[in-house]
């Protein structure tokens, strides 16, 4: 398998991968003037909203159609949702040498989404085209082994993606409310109740709050704290759930976010600090049972569409 994204060579790889993370990671500096935060926002929506994919990453399928991916430690954790198989599986790629290693799960995972929790596990759940089913686990990145964990209160939410905030695994469940799983106590709870499907997106600075993209409808901010969703963003112009995985959220300064989202055949990209969606040049398009992903460790953004045998690549 080619990979395109990082030179295969470790020392390469290392000084490369040091980089990026000094690149996404630069000395905090003090801010005087409201302009000067304002210029600094500036810079970098510029940055973000003009990007060229410059690299890719092989796929260990023919196709996808509504699987799912995320990216921590090096792997991309990716399933093809329908290989005729019962998808009972998903596959650890690589990134550096590009190979891949299929990890068998209890459950199919056909429309679920997998996200890590900041480095140890990788969790995933059930859902299938025939039954959205309560399966839930995780897997080690170091070792890759699975360990099955309590089910949820209630099957998936189609087309509905997952988040790890504070300790916690969070997902939308059938009957319309947030589950939280306590990941100390090993416990399922639920809280406030939703009206349509939507995208979850853990806050990088604030365990407080996770940021969810509606079905058609408002970006919102959910707070843990309250139990509450609070309004950022009225438009639901720049959604849509022909993508099944259409948004993700870039850390900006200061506790500034950006969040890109794909519908009607363009990207657009949300800033926390404006309020304001701007549009996007340079990313590819994510067609329904695609996904798209950021990666905190390198800074690169990583984008699959539907049909695509690759993972397309850019820096963020």
């Known amino acids: 398998m080619n990979v395109l994204c990082y030179q295969i060579d470790k020392k390469s790889f290392r000084t490369i991968s040091l980089e990026l993370a000094l690149r996404k990671k630069p000395a905090k500096r003090r801010l005087k003037k409201k302009e000067c935060f304002k210029n600094l926002m500036a810079q970098q929506l510029k940055k973000l909203c003009c990007i060229p994919v410059d690299g890719s990453v092989a796929a260990p399928y023919a196709q996808t159609h509504d699987g799912g991916a995320c990216v921590v430690g090096g792997y991309i954790f990716a399933h093809y949702g329908n290989d005729g198989s019962g998808g009972n599986r998903i596959y650890a790629i690589d990134i550096e040498s590009g190979a891949s290693t299929m990890v068998d799960l209890p459950f199919p995972t056909h429309g679920s989404y997998p996200c890590h929790d900041g480095g140890n596990y990788v969790y995933v759940f059930e859902d299938s085209d025939s039954a959205h089913g309560n399966g839930f686990g995780r897997i080690a990145i170091d070792g890759l082994t699975f360990e099955r964990l309590p089910d949820a209160p209630a099957q998936h939410l189609r087309y509905s993606s997952c988040c790890v905030q504070g300790r916690s695994f969070w997902k939308l469940t059938s009957d ?141």
Request: net charge negative; aromatic share 16%.
């Open 176 to 316: 319309y409310r947030v589950a939280q799983f306590d990941i100390d106590a090993g416990t399922w709870s639920t809280k406030a109740s939703v009206s349509n499907p939507g995208i979850l997106m853990a806050d990088p600075y604030n365990e407080d709050i996770i940021w969810v993209q509606f079905q058609g409808q408002d970006l919102s901010r959910f707070s843990i704290s309250e139990n509450t969703f609070t309004t950022a963003s009225t438009t639901g112009t720049y959604f849509n759930l022909g993508a099944n995985y259409p948004c993700f959220l870039v850390p900006g300064e200061d506790g500034n976010v950006f969040i890109a989202s794909f519908a009607s055949s363009a990207w657009n990209v949300f800033d926390s600090s404006t309020s304001t969606w701007h549009a996007v040049s340079g990313y590819p398009g994510v067609v329904e049972g695609g996904q798209c992903m950021y990666d905190s460790e390198s800074g690169r953004m990583y984008f699959q569409s539907s049909g695509g045998i690759t993972f397309n690549c850019a820096e963020g």
